[in-house]
């Protein structure tokens, strides 16, 4: 069965820091890997997406991810964080065709004090 | 153009009762999906339907139903409601049923059960 697992429940950061959270994931065959972003009272939000091609992926605010296939891992990142970026990540996987269906990680609450 | 809404945003039931949750898909999304987030837990799929009909379903009892309407909006009904059941229950819509159309999610609504 797919299952996704991330790192990091809780990560606390000062602005300007460097921020990388942890996804691996479980599935035998191909994948889409997707990162969603859940501000404070805001629903889920859709940071970036990988489906095909290049494996460093771009996605709003400055995020970025990288897709590894050989290690099942689609790593969040970001070079210099800002106290927006308080909010909880998860990081999610489904199989393409199919139904959509996507399998989540337990998500990383991200801190980030000014 | 608005985003997936759901109603009501909060809901106070007690066991044993049932409830009913809507959701309205993004203007010419065709597919809706419901999730049941536990508080510190990542979403969990529940169902997904596509022109109508149910495309996927996860691994919840037969209390829990669905279905979607020709307008494509869905309605998500717990019967027998158990303690456990208190959760956000979120719904994405999409443009098609397979698995690389990108999810957009609504706020949710929060169940409690007393």
């Known amino acids: 069965a797919q299952s996704v697992s991330q790192h990091n429940h809780h990560v606390i950061l000062s602005e300007a820091a460097s921020l990388e959270l942890g996804c691996n994931y479980s599935?035998?065959?191909?994948?889409?890997l997707f990162w969603y972003v859940q501000y404070p009272g805001q629903h889920l939000q859709l940071l970036l997406k990988?489906?095909?091609?290049?494996?460093l992926v771009k996605g709003i605010k400055g995020f970025e991810a990288e897709f590894i296939k050989s290690k099942f891992s689609f790593n969040l990142r970001k070079p210099s964080v800002q106290w927006s970026d308080t909010a909880e990540y998860f990081c999610?996987?489904?199989?393409?065709?199919?139904?959509?269906?996507?399998?989540f990680g337990a998500g990383t609450r991200l801190a980030v004090h000014p | 153009d608005a985003g997936v809404t759901q109603s009501p945003t909060h809901l106070i039931k007690t066991r044993g009762q049932h409830v009913t949750l809507r959701c309205s898909p993004i203007?010419?999304?065709?597919?809706v999906s419901w999730y049941q987030q536990v508080l510190g837990q990542g979403p969990q799929f529940i169902f997904q339907?596509?022109?109508?009909?149910?495309?996927g379903r996860g691994n919840f009892p037969d209390r829990f139903s669905a279905r979607q309407f020709p307008n494509y909006s869905s309605e998500l009904n717990v019967n027998a409601l158990l303690l456990g059941d208190s959760a956000l229950y979120l719904c994405?819509?999409?443009?098609?049923?397979?698995?690389?159309?990108?999810?957009?999610f609504g706020p949710g609504t929060r169940l409690t059960v007393l």
């Open positions: 994405a819509s999409s443009r098609g049923g397979a698995g690389d159309n990108e999810q957009f």
């Open positions: 599935y035998g065959g191909t994948v889409n």
């Open positions: 990988y489906f095909s091609g290049d494996p």
């Open positions: 999610a996987v489904n199989a393409p065709g199919g139904y959509n269906k996507l399998i």
């Open positions: 203007s010419g999304h065709k597919s």
């Open positions: 339907y596509y022109e109508k009909e149910e495309r």
